[in-house]
């Protein structure tokens, strides 16, 4: 039996070098198909893997209140998100940290250096809501939120742009015509959530944003924040804790036991699960526009076979003459197609890795992670492919007569 699979896999090979140009044109359509599926499918698992990390690098037990979006009709006077929630938020048990949220965009000036630099004023809880890390100097302290101090933490990419080697801490940098002290900057850590990278961006206390920068509204210390981003102890109590917080905020906002909220409470767990959902549907829609591109490959197989088996009729009738069976030419010719489709699959999957590791190397926008699962099913799609297309031009030729075939011009 293996003498005989051996010999069909020769003649196969035969077969195919027979027509160099034929075959690789043929073939061509596999090749596209199994490298489109590989490189989309890594795309999409990157994708997936990038969003998931980003919400993950916080914690699943990172609340952040804020306004909603989409207010409910019977709200008519909705009260702002104020430092009046975050102290009513630090008082319940099951809260580790609460920090104020108010970001906004400024040009900082260092020399004759300008950049603009995404700015986020909050307090000292904010250390501890994020797993942010300092790479130098320090945090700023409680008193200098009281007092209303100048002070600055860079990220690490905008200290760099302004800075370039020299040392930032110490520095004084102009954040719109008001100088700051550069105390501190953070260790590279990505995404810091919601339209704001700590990387790029900088750390001013609240109240100096607020006081000397017209950042919120509203008066005194009772202008709005953008959210309060909120740190639960334990994560198997942040069901409980969502209330508790719920229940503090309806207190502050004085709002009627039968009326709605006028807030929301998120969670970073949810936001977990939509970005692998998220992930795996674009996943899903780039692998369907792959394999699209492998069924049109097959096709293109199924139809050289049908000219193939037209054009060595009288070869099959010579080999029907000498004692080949209908199964004989069946294997024959289901053999050529299966050998035609795998090595298409086979230069596929190496197009298919080269280019998926090509733009995990130099592409900062489209993340891309080699998926072995993808490849072998790839690669298996591949033979099936040639099986499938193959089998009708096979069972054609098997269903020749010797005495017509051999009459055949």
């Not at 009513?88 to 609460?98: F, L, M, S, Y």
């Not at 797993?131 to 209303?148: A, I, M, P």
């Not at 592409?363 to 297309?389: D, E, H, R, W, Y």
């Amino acid at each position: 039996m293996m003498d005989t699979l051996i010999s069909v896999f020769r003649i196969s090979v035969k077969a195919i070098f027979a027509n160099k140009m034929r075959s690789a044109l043929t073939s061509l359509g596999i090749v596209i198909g199994v490298a489109a599926v590989i490189t989309m499918l890594a795309v999409g698992s990157g994708t997936q893997q990038e969003m998931t990390e980003r919400f993950s690098r916080f914690g699943t037990n990172v609340l952040f209140l804020r306004q909603p979006w989409d207010l409910d009709e019977s709200i008519s006077s909705p009260k702002d998100v104020t430092m009046d929630d975050v102290r009513a938020i630090r008082r319940i048990d099951g809260v580790e940290a609460a920090a104020p949220y108010i970001n906004s965009g400024f040009t900082v000036e260092y020399g004759y250096t300008s950049t603009s630099v995404s700015v986020l004023a909050t307090d000292t809880d904010i250390f501890r809501t994020y797993d942010w890390e300092l790479d130098e100097g320090r945090e700023f302290t409680e008193k200098e939120v009281s007092d209303y101090a100048q002070v600055a933490i860079l990220g690490a990419t905008a200290a760099e742009t302004i800075f370039n080697d020299v040392d930032a801490v110490g520095k004084t940098v102009i954040f719109e015509d008001i100088p700051f002290t550069v105390i501190g900057v953070m260790k590279k850590n990505g995404q810091g959530g919601f339209g704001f990278d700590m990387d790029e961006g900088a750390l001013i206390p609240y109240t100096t944003g607020k006081v000397k920068m017209n950042t919120g509204w509203n008066s005194e210390d009772r202008r709005a924040l953008d959210r309060v981003i909120i740190r639960v102890k334990d994560f198997n109590t942040i069901e409980e804790t969502k209330e508790a917080i719920a229940n503090a905020v309806r207190n502050t906002h004085k709002i009627h036991p039968l009326k709605p909220d006028d807030f929301q409470i998120d969670d970073f767990a949810s936001f977990v699960e939509e970005a692998k959902s998220a992930g795996k549907t674009m996943g899903i829609l780039l692998g369907v526009i792959g394999a699209v591109s492998l069924l049109v490959g097959g096709i293109g197989v199924m139809n050289i076979m049908l000219v193939s088996v037209t054009e060595r009729t009288r070869e099959i009738g010579i080999r029907m003459a000498i004692g080949a069976t209908s199964a004989d030419i069946r294997l024959q010719f289901l053999a050529e197609a299966v050998t035609l489709s795998c090595i298409g699959g086979l230069i596929g999957v190496a197009l298919g890795i080269a280019a998926t590791l090509i733009v995990a190397a130099n592409s900062t926008t489209i993340p891309a992670q080699m998926n072995v699962t993808a490849i072998l099913v790839s690669f298996g799609f591949s033979a099936a492919t040639g099986i499938f297309f193959g089998y009708y031009p096979a069972y054609k030729a098997s269903k020749l007569t010797p005495i017509d075939a051999l009459r055949y011009e």
